[in-house]
């Protein structure tokens, strides 16, 4: 079955410093993995998804995830934090079922020191 | 940015009443589903549906659970007797076509049972 890890369920840095947001997951088929954001009561927006070919994956907002297969890993990153990146950030894994279900991870709050 | 519609945001509900949470996909969407997100827990799957019927179900997803589209706009998720763990967020996803792997959620629905 498949399943994500989050490490840190919250997470500060400073404006402008580096964004890293771990996220290793568990899959029997080669995975479909996703990062979803939600920001103060809005619903879930995909910033980015891995699905087949390249490894590194650009998303929206200026930020990527780099698919690493040898260590099951699919961490966000974005060089420079911005304030308006306040949000919970969701790392996925389509079950690639016959409905595809997305499974998530528990989550980790991003929070952007000035 | 075409979106998914949940009514209401908000809803706060006696223990044992029913209540019904309802949500308007993408009008050319395919795939339907509900997730729910218990407080400070990961957002997780209850129930997908597609040409009218549930395809797959979690665990979660009892007999106190029911979902609908009655009108081919509106997919509903009823609870018939809600229980006090029944609070939670809960969000309406749907899907244009099942190799199309990006969801779209809605804003959700915070589910409060007194």
């Known amino acids: 079955a498949q399943s994500v890890t989050q490490l840190g369920s919250h997470v500060s840095v400073s404006e402008g410093a580096l964004v890293l947001l771990r996220c290793n997951y568990s899959s029997s088929v080669p995975p479909y993995l996703f990062w979803y954001v939600q920001y103060p009561n809005q619903g879930l927006q995909l910033l980015l998804k891995y699905t087949t070919g390249a490894t590194l994956v650009k998303g929206i907002n200026g930020f990527e995830a780099e698919f690493k297969k040898s260590e099951t890993s699919f961490h966000l990153t974005k060089p420079s934090a911005h304030m308006s990146d306040a949000a919970e950030y969701f790392c996925a894994v389509s079950d690639r079922s016959r409905d595809d279900k997305i499974i998530f991870g528990k989550g980790t709050r991003l929070h952007i020191l000035p | 940015e075409p979106e998914v519609t949940q009514t209401p945001s908000h809803q706060v509900t006696q223990m044992g009443q029913e209540v019904i949470l309802r949500c308007v996909p993408i009008s050319n969407h395919l795939y339907f589903y509900w997730y729910r997100q218990i407080l400070g827990q990961k957002v997780e799957f209850l129930v997908s549906?597609?040409?009218?019927?549930?395809?797959?179900k979690s665990e979660i997803f009892d007999d106190q659970f029911s979902v609908e589209r009655p009108d081919g706009s509106n997919f509903t998720l009823k609870i018939r007797s809600t229980k006090l763990e029944d609070s939670a967020m809960y969000f309406c996803?749907?899907?244009?076509?099942?190799?199309?792997?990006?969801?779209?959620f809605g804003s959700g629905t915070q589910l409060s049972v007194l």
């Open positions: 549906f597609y040409n009218n019927e549930i395809s797959e």
């Open positions: 996803a749907s899907r244009q076509d099942r190799l199309d792997e990006k969801l779209f």
